[in-house]
């Protein structure tokens, strides 16, 4: 549908104007002179000229009074300015109002609104259960009562035998959350804590060690696949960002009364984002597929493209950087892990020697390839052109056990015994932390893994299309992966009701004008507890300058920079398919989730293969979109990383919700009894009004100052004529009295007058003329003036034949005059001497 300005509009409107404008100044005098007739009065005549000439058929016609030729300079010239400035007036009637928009603009001040509530009615939206009050809850392993919870053992003397049970109370006590809930707060209201991270579905576990006899336990299950959507996509309680990765905890909602033309407004809102970074192994896996496409892919084969050939002959150092917050370095991490599997499958292969500081020989030529067809197509792994893979151990492509030693029936001597264990190693080198790593702020989360591309075709074939026997090749890549939390500043735009209204404008890393500002980001440390028992509580405490903070008697490690990475390990224990930590008789999914999106990100595997988590299928084997996706994604290291990152992302939007949002309670706290419930349970009314500054948008009438052009020049115009007619009216050049003069000397009927009935004077005003000799009917044609009707022609005849035609004077003419009812006949010797004493006056 086109869509018209209201300028544009009023330009039509004008341009339409003009054009009835100029039919009826045409077409109207065309009527009049139908019911004219050659006989009227002389004011008839002075009326009817103006009427005529007024219009554009002088122009038209080119009468008389549209010639140019032999007239006075100042006449013509002025003529010509005026027809021009018409015409320059036209345009500008036509051109200035299409420079008029209308302009939906934020007002330059903020107001202040009750927000409510807003259901989603996505696939999120459905599937998210009613918030629970249940209490947050922790677990430390073992006989190990967690920070501020007790443990009551009880032990019984049966005969020699101790018998000895043990009772916890596993619920994080209110002093240990305010800290945290308090913190973010006080740094912006809208910054969620982690108390207000929920589980989105989740079930009632058993705990018979705990006090309460049960704790609420995560039961996920994925609702909706976001992977191929782009932006950042509001669903119930969360913003998912799906072009960078990463999750901001909100709990949606809007101005009760939404303003008519919208509202603007910022938040900062915690985000927790992975952050992954990839590099080249330089080796493919290629294969061709079957000529019938049926049965597994054939030649399968492991291709140098220099990761052997030109592998370093120098180890790089093995020593990680420490899993602090200052520096991860993922690239050198990710470089690591590749250079050391190289050199271990060079091993494997006997294709170089086994001292790894100083290696002499590489019996590989770029290009060689290695025939893996016979231990790669397991149940665990599995190569093709549907699919793409991720796998925490590395050298997996070669199918070892934990017990592989030398001389094995693959084909390959392996004389150096290589086996599983030795490429697990390389998994915890590069995540730099592991279950045994104690539980505190420099104990980042780093996760490392082999990632299968998308395979490409190589003889020049669309990607797209599996034809019988077709080549392909799958690029490897070595990946490292950490989990940060961040605050970012979020501007929220809402134009109607309802969640599809509520837009994100912008979302952008929180700036800080100085170090004061930065938040202070707190980490509890667990003394002497390992990450494989107990995970430390994280949040935002305040901003760097916050004094004061009451921590104790808790152990809380402080740091202020604009990110925190979050504590946690990913090692091989998860290859085993063995829960990374204790989550019995826990709730507390801020510290749980990320860790397990990540152990999924780091896993992808096809539907039904061994390691399949139940997830959604991310592999891209059931959908095709998906896996072109992958292709454009996998096809260079740069964008290989935002694989993991968006995986991540989606398995922790289907995992988790938030529950802050402006004017809604939180029930994070797990103490309150304020819940709140979906939509159709109740909307929040009962929680706490807050007022939200916002910035109202208002309708604007603008302008393009373009279309003005022929505006100012007759603006300019005006002025110069204003300024003229000023000076020569102060110098009694003009004014009315002359106009008057002009107007009556140029009027048709006063001439005619004047030269049938001169006795009855000249000077007269308008109403004493007409008194006098105005309502006199004259006929006037185009070859003669009579009054009353009575022609004479032969007088002018014969005056024109005694003077030349240009030198005739006005008196000079066939004239007749009233008298009575009679007309009476002028000798033409008496108009010969009229004719000389007007001559002889106009001399004088």
Not at 19 to 47: D, H, K, Y
Not at 246 to 271: C, K, M, V
Not at 455 to 483: Q, V
Request: net charge negative.
């Amino acid at each position: 549908m086109l869509q018209i300005s209201v300028g544009e509009v009023s330009g039509i409107i004008a341009a339409a104007v003009f054009a009835v404008q100029l039919f009826l100044s045409l077409a109207i005098p065309g009527v009049l002179i139908a019911f004219i007739s050659e006989e009227n009065s002389l004011v008839t005549w002075s009326v009817l000229g103006r009427f005529l000439h007024s219009s554009y058929w002088p122009s038209i016609l080119s009468t008389d009074t549209a010639a140019t030729t032999g007239v006075q300079r100042h006449v013509n010239t002025i003529g010509w300015f005026q027809t021009g400035a018409l015409l320059l007036l036209t345009i500008a009637s036509v051109a200035t109002p299409l420079g008029l928009y209308d302009s939906i603009e934020p007002s330059k001040s903020q107001t202040k609104t009750l927000f409510s509530y807003i259901p989603d009615d996505s696939p999120f939206g459905y599937g998210t259960p009613p918030r629970s009050d249940t209490p947050f809850s922790r677990n430390c392993g073992g006989d190990v009562a967690c920070p501020g919870s007790t443990l009551n053992q009880t032990c019984n003397q049966a005969g020699s035998l101790q018998i000895c049970t043990s009772e916890y109370n596993r619920t994080v006590p209110e002093t240990l959350s305010a800290i945290y809930k308090n913190g973010a707060t006080s740094f912006n209201p809208s910054v969620s804590s982690i108390f207000d991270i929920q589980w989105r579905t989740y079930k009632n576990g058993t705990d018979t060690s705990g006090a309460e006899g049960w704790s609420l336990q995560s039961a996920y299950r994925q609702l909706s696949l976001l992977i191929l959507d782009e932006g950042v996509k509001l669903v119930e309680g969360l913003l998912v960002d799906m072009d960078r990765g990463g999750i901001g905890f909100r709990n949606h909602t809007a101005p009760q009364q939404p303003p008519p033309y919208g509202s603007t407004w910022d938040e900062d809102i915690l985000f927790i984002e992975p952050e992954t970074q990839c590099v080249s192994l330089n080796l493919t896996v290629d294969f061709q597929l079957p000529m019938d496409n049926t049965g597994s892919v054939r030649n399968l084969r492991l291709t140098d493209r220099g990761g052997f050939s030109a592998l370093s002959h120098t180890a790089p150092s093995l020593d990680m950087p420490p899993n602090g917050q200052l520096n991860l370095d993922l690239k050198e991490r990710a470089y690591k892990a590749a250079w050391l599997n190289n050199f271990l499958t060079l091993k494997y292969f006997n294709a170089t020697d086994s001292d790894l500081s100083n290696i002499s020989r590489i019996d590989v030529a770029e290009g060689t390839a290695f025939p893996i067809t016979a231990f790669s197509q397991s149940a665990s792994v599995q190569f093709g052109e549907d699919i793409i893979r991720s796998n925490t151990e590395f050298g997996d492509y070669l199918n070892l056990t934990n017990t592989a030693s030398r001389n094995q029936s693959n084909g390959y001597a392996n004389p150096f015994g290589i086996n599983a264990r030795n490429f697990s190693a390389i998994t915890n080198l590069c995540a730099g932390s592991s279950g045994s790593s104690l539980a505190n702020i420099n104990s980042s989360i780093v996760g490392c893994c082999l990632l299968y591309g998308a395979a490409n075709r190589t003889d020049g074939g669309s990607r797209l299309i599996t034809d019988p026997g077709s080549p392909w090749s799958i690029p490897i890549y070595s990946c490292a992966s950490t989990i940060k939390a961040t605050i970012r500043t979020v501007t929220f735009q809402y134009n109607a009701t309802g969640i599809e209204a509520l837009k994100i404008k912008a979302t952008k890393p929180k700036t800080y004008q100085d170090s004061k500002s930065l938040p202070l980001w707190g980490v509890e440390d667990l003394q002497s507890l390992r990450l494989g028992n107990a995970q430390p509580l994280w949040g935002v405490l305040g901003t760097s300058n916050s004094t004061n903070i009451p921590t104790a008697p808790y152990n809380i490690s402080k740091i202020s920079q604009e990110s925190l990475y979050l504590p946690g390990f990913q090692d091989q224990f998860f290859n085993d398919g063995l829960q990374p930590v204790p989550i019995t008789g826990q709730n507390l999914p801020g510290v749980e989730f990320y860790y397990q999106a990540l152990a999924s990100a780091l896993r992808i595997n096809r539907p039904g293969a061994v390691g399949y988590q139940g997830f959604a299928d991310y592999s891209g084997k059931t959908s095709f979109a998906l896996y072109a996706k992958w292709q454009n994604l996998s096809s260079s290291v740069d964008s290989t990383s935002k694989i993991l990152d968006l995986v991540w992302t989606d398995v922790a939007a289907n995992a988790v919700v938030g529950t802050k949002g402006w004017g809604l309670s939180s029930v994070a706290s797990g103490h309150s009894k304020t819940i709140l419930k979906r939509a159709s349970e109740g909307n929040g009314d009962d929680a706490p009004q807050s007022q939200v500054p916002i910035t109202i948008y208002e309708k604007r009438i603008r302008y393009r100052i373009l279309y003005a052009i022929p505006a100012f020049i007759i603006a300019a115009i005006t002025v110069a004529v204003i300024c003229t007619v000023s000076v020569l009216a102060i110098m009694g050049r003009t004014g009315l009295k002359q106009m008057r003069k002009f107007l009556d000397a140029a009027s048709a009927g006063r001439i005619v007058g004047r030269l049938l009935w001169p006795e009855k004077g000249t000077g007269k005003g308008t109403k004493d003329w007409i008194e006098a000799v105005g309502t006199r009917r004259v006929t006037i044609t185009s070859t003669s003036i009579s009054a009353e009707g009575e022609s004479l022609m032969d007088g002018a005849e014969e005056i024109t034949s005694g003077h030349g035609k240009d030198n005739l004077s006005v008196s000079e003419v066939v004239v007749a005059r009233h008298a009575g009812s009679e007309v009476e006949g002028i000798e033409m010797e008496d108009v010969r001497e009229a004719t000389r004493e007007d001559q002889q006056g106009r001399r004088a």
